[in-house]
């Protein structure tokens, strides 16, 4: 569905660790592209319902974090994670998690997940609007695999996660290496 289609061309608000600004919050907003993302590079992306939810926090991003070994032995240079979350959410959450490997994308007002086809509406959670949970391996900017998520829809009852897991990109990457 999604293989050979470049990703949306976005510009993305961060927050970035600024020491020279002092004090008990050393952050300044840096715009980020997706060209500064995606371009020139070999990249797993994986996108989730939101950061601190149970499935993404216990087992989703821990196994892309725990594997970026494997993953650049198999080629890969970068491992994101995305959410429709603004950058103070996913910047606390990559703390809490205490992050190494995995970089945190914060797609706040979802425009990257509306144009790759992705946004559905939670409120049945009160979550509003939010990714449904999907990967990509993502080279120069073009999708070179997908793993979405069975029943995308808006409201849906269940979380499904299996087929965007770790070890699903893991296999599809040794067999296509």
Known sequence: MHVGVKVPSITFH???????????NPFRWQDMTSDDYFKGKRV?????????????????????ENNAGKFSDLGVDEIYCMAVNDS???NAWARGQKLENVKVIPDGAGEFTRQIGML????????????????AVVNDGVIEAWFEEPGREDNHGEDPYGVSSPETVLEWLEANA
Not at 14 to 24: A, K, L, P, W
Not at 44 to 64: D, E, H, I, K, R
Not at 120 to 135: E, L, M, P, Q
């Open 14 to 24: 961060t927050r970035v660790r600024d020491e020279s600004i002092g004090g008990d």
């Open 44 to 64: 797993v992306l994986f996108s989730l319902p939101g950061a601190f939810t149970p499935t993404c926090s216990t087992f989703q991003l821990p196994g892309y």
């Open 88 to 90: 103070f959410v996913m």
């Open 120 to 135: 559905v509406d939670k409120s049945n959670i009160g979550f509003g609007a939010r990714s449904w949970r999907y990967a």
